[in-house]
């Protein structure tokens, strides 16, 4: 029987692209399929993952060069961990746990069963997955999408038809042409009803503006090119910046480097108890204010006039939202790290429901917010849900941005969203389960340990009576998923017990 929406209306299945095979891909093209449909997911790296899959290679360019496209996807270090539990790092019904050895007897080789584990476990992760769901026969591997454009005639709108034309190349031939080159290259031109970007927006760096920063002749670099801390050994390293990527890679470097110097928009705002523990336990760790000038001969000056001398500066400044290939005649920009218009951050108005994206919202908890976008999307996309009128989806985004501004939320971090806004999307809009109440508070308490101490929360047995108990029950229903995991078949039965006994 053929699916219908809530009128009797039949749902209409879609020729649809995305782009990007990375957690945020993955989780809207199951939710596409799911509503029947075709999907095709170009992704230029050689296998899923994103981000996830660690690439020891940097970009030979100019790592300075931030308006050059990047040729090196993965920003990932070797060290990473994951800032969050894997419980709460699961897709809605096949958990985070790693598959038993055939047979029983513990965790399969190869393997990380901490609770919080490096990249590697999370790229193997989505490889089952993947695998579970039978995604992959839908992904063009090492696939370039050089261009999306609409297609003629351009109507676009809630309700207008509009198609697109996505042209795309193999990814080892685009390295090796200029952008002039591009248009003679071997390009695959198609066209898709609807374009689902899925991108991510941890690859293209941000870098701020120093005085002598184009003069300074030691070695300047983004923490998108930082893998391992030996090349740094001995050396004075200055970190600009104080997130969590500028701590973790200074307790990284701290070991190997002879001197890290943090560098801080406001030492009073980095002096949290994190930062204040790490340097009462390390002596080569110092933090000081921004950066004022580099200077010819090596010096680095601060803000407060104290200087250092460096062999490297690190730029842990985060990442630019970047879609190089998207023309959108000027619909959709990125504008001071602000992608818009986007109807809670998916939809463009004025081109919704042909163009979406999904990831864009950070400080969320993945990859659950990535389904239920996705289910949003692809509900809409077959007519079994509709979206409010291009002037009420316009006037929901105004409205946003005023109420960010009173609130003095400087414009880059329009995408940081709120906990209860992250958590009602999937309810208000596509009927998506909730997350559950224990995993919220987990979160609340890994957040308020990482805030007191960078180096030890991942190892602090703090939680709740509440999270105990139910981690107890999710750990034993999830077992059942992990024992003796046939890498080739889905556990899709276990899976959905997981999810709905808690």
Same mark, same amino acid.
């Given at each position: 029987?053929?699916?219908?929406?809530?009128?009797?209306?039949?749902?209409?299945?879609?020729?649809?692209?995305?782009?990007?095979?990375?957690?945020?891909?993955?989780?809207?093209?199951?939710?596409?399929?799911?509503?029947?449909?075709?999907?095709?997911?170009?992704?230029?790296?050689?296998?899923?993952?994103?981000?996830?899959?660690?690439?020891?290679?940097?970009?030979?360019?100019?790592?300075?060069?931030?308006?050059?496209?990047?040729?090196?996807?993965?920003?990932?270090?070797?060290?990473?961990?994951?800032?969050?539990?894997?419980?709460?790092?699961?897709?809605?019904? %096949?958990?985070?746990?790693? $598959? #038993?050895?055939?047979?029983?007897?513990?965790?399969?080789?190869?393997?990380?069963?901490? &609770?919080? $584990? !490096?990249?590697?476990?999370?790229?193997?992760?989505?490889?089952?997955?993947?695998?579970?769901?039978?995604?992959?026969?839908?992904?063009?591997?090492?696939?370039?999408?050089? &261009?999306?454009?609409?297609?003629?005639?351009?109507?676009?709108?809630?309700?207008?038809?509009?198609?697109?034309?996505?042209?795309?190349?193999?990814?080892?031939?685009?390295?090796?042409?200029?952008?002039?080159?591009?248009?003679?290259? #071997?390009?695959?031109?198609?066209?898709?009803?609807?374009?689902?970007?899925?991108?991510?927006?941890?690859?293209?760096?941000?870098?701020?503006?120093?005085?002598?920063?184009?003069?300074?002749?030691?070695?300047?670099?983004?923490?998108?090119?930082?893998?391992?801390?030996?090349?740094?050994?001995?050396?004075?390293?200055?970190?600009?910046?104080? !997130?969590?990527?500028?701590?973790?890679?200074?307790?990284?470097?701290?070991?190997?480097?002879?001197?890290?110097?943090?560098?801080?928009?406001?030492?009073?705002?980095?002096?949290?108890?994190?930062?204040? *523990?790490?340097?009462?336990?390390?002596?080569?760790?110092?933090?000081?204010?921004?950066?004022?000038?580099?200077?010819?001969?090596?010096?680095?000056? %601060?803000?407060? !006039? +104290? !200087?250092?001398?460096?062999?490297?500066?690190?730029?842990?400044?985060?990442?630019?939202?970047?879609?190089?290939?998207?023309?959108?005649?000027?619909?959709? +920009?990125?504008?001071?790290?602000?992608?818009?218009?986007?109807?809670?951050? =998916?939809?463009?108005?004025?081109?919704?429901?042909?163009?979406?994206?999904?990831?864009?919202?950070?400080?969320?908890?993945?990859?659950?917010?990535?389904?239920?976008?996705?289910?949003?999307?692809?509900?809409?996309?077959?007519?079994?849900?509709?979206?409010? =009128?291009?002037?009420?989806?316009?006037?929901?985004?105004?409205?946003?941005?005023?109420?960010?501004?009173?609130?003095?939320?400087?414009?880059?971090?329009?995408?940081?969203?709120?906990?209860?806004?992250?958590?009602?999307?999937?309810? *208000?809009?596509?009927?998506?389960?909730?997350?559950?109440?224990?995993?919220?508070?987990?979160?609340?308490?890994?957040?308020?340990?990482?805030?007191?101490?960078?180096? =030890?929360?991942?190892?602090?047995?703090?939680?709740?009576?509440?999270?105990?108990?139910?981690?107890?029950?999710?750990?034993?229903?999830?077992?059942?998923?992990?024992?003796?995991?046939?890498?080739?078949?889905?556990?899709?039965?276990?899976?959905? +017990?997981?999810?709905?006994?808690?």
């Amino acid at each position: 029987m053929d699916m219908v929406n809530s009128i009797g209306n039949p749902l209409a299945s879609r020729k649809v692209c995305v782009i990007g095979a990375g957690m945020a891909g993955l989780a809207a093209e199951r939710e596409l399929r799911r509503e029947g449909h075709a999907v095709t997911v170009l992704e230029q790296g050689g296998d899923v993952g994103g981000q996830w899959l660690y690439d020891p290679r940097t970009d030979e360019s100019d790592p300075l060069d931030a308006a050059a496209p990047v040729r090196v996807h993965s920003s990932m270090y070797a060290s990473l961990r994951l800032l969050g539990p894997r419980e709460v790092m699961g897709f809605s019904d %096949f958990q985070f746990v790693p $598959p #038993r050895k055939s047979g029983g007897g513990g965790t399969a080789p190869g393997r990380d069963r901490r &609770r919080f $584990p !490096g990249h590697r476990e999370v790229y193997l992760y989505l490889k089952d997955f993947c695998r579970s769901a039978g995604l992959a026969d839908a992904v063009r591997f090492n696939t370039r999408v050089v &261009r999306v454009a609409m297609a003629p005639p351009r109507r676009g709108g809630s309700g207008n038809a509009l198609k697109w034309v996505v042209r795309s190349m193999d990814a080892g031939l685009w390295k090796q042409y200029t952008d002039d080159q591009m248009t003679e290259a #071997r390009c695959v031109e198609e066209v898709f009803d609807a374009v689902v970007v899925a991108t991510g927006h941890y690859s293209q760096p941000r870098l701020p503006s120093i005085q002598g920063m184009g003069d300074w002749r030691r070695r300047q670099l983004h923490s998108h090119s930082y893998r391992v801390p030996d090349p740094f050994r001995d050396e004075v390293v200055v970190l600009v910046g104080c !997130g969590d990527s500028g701590m973790d890679i200074a307790l990284d470097l701290r070991a190997v480097a002879r001197e890290v110097h943090l560098s801080a928009k406001s030492v009073e705002a980095a002096m949290t108890p994190a930062m204040s *523990k790490m340097l009462a336990r390390h002596a080569n760790l110092r933090l000081h204010p921004q950066i004022e000038r580099l200077c010819e001969d090596g010096r680095v000056v %601060f803000a407060d !006039g +104290t !200087g250092v001398v460096a062999d490297t500066v690190m730029y842990c400044t985060g990442y630019c939202y970047s879609f190089p290939f998207l023309d959108t005649e000027g619909r959709v +920009t990125v504008d001071d790290n602000r992608v818009g218009p986007l109807f809670e951050h =998916t939809f463009p108005p004025s081109l919704a429901p042909w163009l979406s994206f999904v990831g864009i919202p950070r400080k969320v908890m993945v990859p659950w917010f990535f389904e239920a976008q996705g289910r949003w999307i692809a509900g809409v996309l077959s007519g079994r849900w509709a979206l409010p =009128t291009e002037e009420d989806m316009m006037r929901s985004v105004e409205e946003y941005y005023r109420a960010r501004k009173l609130a003095g939320v400087p414009k880059e971090y329009t995408h940081d969203v709120e906990p209860h806004k992250m958590y009602e999307l999937g309810e *208000k809009y596509c009927d998506f389960p909730r997350t559950e109440d224990w995993k919220r508070e987990l979160m609340a308490i890994i957040s308020r340990n990482t805030s007191d101490d960078m180096e =030890t929360f991942r190892d602090r047995d703090d939680d709740s009576d509440n999270v105990r108990k139910c981690l107890q029950k999710w750990y034993g229903l999830a077992e059942h998923q992990a024992q003796d995991e046939d890498p080739a078949a889905s556990s899709s039965a276990a899976q959905a +017990t997981v999810h709905s006994s808690l």
